[in-house]
T-cell receptor, first 112, second 111 residues
Framework: DGGITQSPKYLFRKEGQNVTLSCEQN?????MYWYRQDPGQGLRLIYY???????QKGDIAEGYSVSREKKESFPLTVTSAQKNPTAFYLC???????????FGPGTRLLVL | GQSLEQPSEVTAVEGAIVQINCTYQ??????LSWYQQHDGGAPTFLSY????GLEETGRFSSFLSRSDSYGYLLLQELQMKDSASYFC????????????FGRGTSLIVHP
C-alpha cells in the first residue's frame, strides 16, 4: 500500500535536546512538506522540498532543520533553539505540480 | 500574501445539510481546495475547484465564485462521522504549488 508514514506517534523532548521526526513516503512524490499544527489552529509550513538535495524554509523555520538525501525521506529535527516545540507535526507529500497534498498520521511532540 | 477566512465552528444535527464558507484574498488565484481532519488524525483531501460552479462528490459538494473570492463546502445528509475540522486552502502566489491553509472550521454534528 502506498502512503506516508511518520514516526514516532508521540515524542517527548527534554529541555536543550534535539529530536528528529521521521517521515517516509512510497508514493514516488517529488515534493515533501512539514507542517506544525497547534490546538485549534490551521497548518503552518515549516520547511518544504521539491526535489532531492534541495529544501526551502517555510513560514516558521526558526528552530527547525531538515534534510532530503533520498526522495522517500524528509526528516525534521526540532532543535533546542525551538523554545515552544509542543505541537502536532504533520508531514505531507505531493507530485511536483499537484494541488493535492497527502498527509502522514502525524507526530505529537511534548516537552518534559 | 494570502489570507483565508472561515468560521471557527459550525454545529448541525444528523441528517441535516450544512455549508462551510471560505473567503480568500490572494494575488494570482489558481483554485480552492478543501481538506477534512478528524480529531488527532491526518488531513485528507476532499475537493478542488479551479472554475466557478458546484462540484459534487457523493454527499459532499464544493462551490467556487472567483469574482466574489468565495467558496463553500456543502455537506448533505450529515452523519456523526462528519464531525471533524474542515480546512480551505489556496495556492501561494508566484506559481508555486505550496498551499496556504485557513484556520479551519470545527463541525460538530449532534444526534
Amino acid at each position: 500500500d502506498g502512503g506516508i508514514t511518520q514516526s514516532p506517534k508521540y515524542l517527548f523532548r527534554k529541555e536543550g535536546q534535539n529530536v528528529t521526526l521521521s517521515c517516509e513516503q512510497n508514493l514516488n512524490h517529488d515534493a515533501m512538506y512539514w507542517y506544525r499544527q497547534d490546538p485549534g489552529q490551521g497548518l503552518r509550513l515549516i520547511y518544504y522540498s521539491q526535489i532531492v538535495n534541495d529544501f526551502q524554509k517555510g513560514d516558521i523555520a526558526e528552530g527547525y532543520s531538515v534534510s532530503r538525501e533520498k526522495k522517500e525521506s524528509f526528516p525534521l529535527t526540532v532543535t533546542s533553539a525551538q523554545k515552544n516545540p509542543t505541537a502536532f507535526y504533520l508531514c505531507a507529500s505531493s507530485i511536483k505540480r499537484g494541488e493535492t497534498q497527502y498527509f502522514g498520521p502525524g507526530t505529537r511532540l511534548l516537552v518534559l | 500574501g494570502q489570507s483565508l477566512e472561515q468560521p471557527s465552528e459550525v454545529t448541525a444535527v444528523e441528517g441535516a445539510i450544512v455549508q462551510i464558507n471560505c473567503t480568500y484574498q490572494t494575488s494570482g488565484f489558481y483554485g480552492l481546495s478543501w481538506y477534512q481532519q478528524h480529531d488527532g488524525g491526518a488531513p485528507t483531501f476532499l475537493s478542488y475547484n479551479a472554475l466557478d460552479g458546484l462540484e459534487e462528490t457523493g454527499r459532499f459538494s464544493s462551490f467556487l465564485s472567483r469574482s466574489d473570492s468565495y467558496g463553500y463546502l456543502l455537506l448533505q445528509e450529515l452523519q456523526m462521522k462528519d464531525s471533524a475540522s474542515y480546512f480551505c486552502a489556496v495556492r501561494r502566489s508566484g506559481g508555486s504549488y505550496i498551499p496556504t491553509f485557513g484556520r479551519g472550521t470545527s463541525l460538530i454534528v449532534h444526534p
